[in-house]
């Protein structure tokens, strides 16, 4: 039976996992996108938090794979400003091994601040286009927990990629789904739509993602439009414009480690 969510509050920033967060490499390990959501979500539900802030950037350290176990997230304020705030949180298991450190660059938000000036780019609609599948292997996982619509290339065509994404399952089993989890949950999975590299043969792992919004996103749906480069000496960059039905909201990156299989 598949879980009703991601991940299951036990409280004081602990968390237990479920097999909705596995990933497509090994049955043991989470995608990396529900933990970089989870440590988006600490971040915005931490107490002291205000109401006046948005995330306008999101870095995440991917120290070593997250294991489907329980899981603690502690954050911190570094800085608190009034109009700019920075705060970490960091994703630990229960022997305190450090799994993901973040950073949250938070800014303060007032409506009519500032005319508006949007960017051009709108990409097909995702309720004209079929729902897809990932082929990860595995019953139940991040495949299972998100439903994807591919507007061009394929998760078995190396190139670049446009991909809608939406969360079948609440990111906390209880709580409504928060715009930035949509997107962090989302975001990890750029390098993958867009790889470039036979994955039988190559390891193009990221160790962190980084992703700047302009806006959250507005209803379920967040699009990645990505492609991915690789230099010869072994480091690769996935790009994605991050879209939702309105267009553009802001730009995901992965930097991407990158070595032939053994």
Known sequence: MEPDAFYEALGGGHYASTEL???PWDAAAQHAGPPAALLGYAVEHRDGARDDVRVARFSVEIGRPVPIAPL???TRVVRDGASVSVVEAVLS???DREYMRAQAVCVRTADGSAPAVEPDGHIADPETIPATSIPFGYEIGYHTGM??????GAFTTPGPATV???MRRPLVAGEPVDPLSRVLTAADSGNGVSSVLDHRRYLFVNPELTVHLRRYPQGEWVC??????VDPGGIGLAETALHDTGGPIGRGAQSLFVRPRR
């Open 224 to 229: 990645l439009d990505s492609r991915t480069t």
């Open 72 to 74: 603690r997230v502690v």
């Open 164 to 166: 809608w994404f939406r």
């Open 93 to 95: 298991g229960d022997d």
């Open 21 to 23: 967060t596995r990933g």
């Open 147 to 152: 439903e994807t619509r591919w507007v061009s």
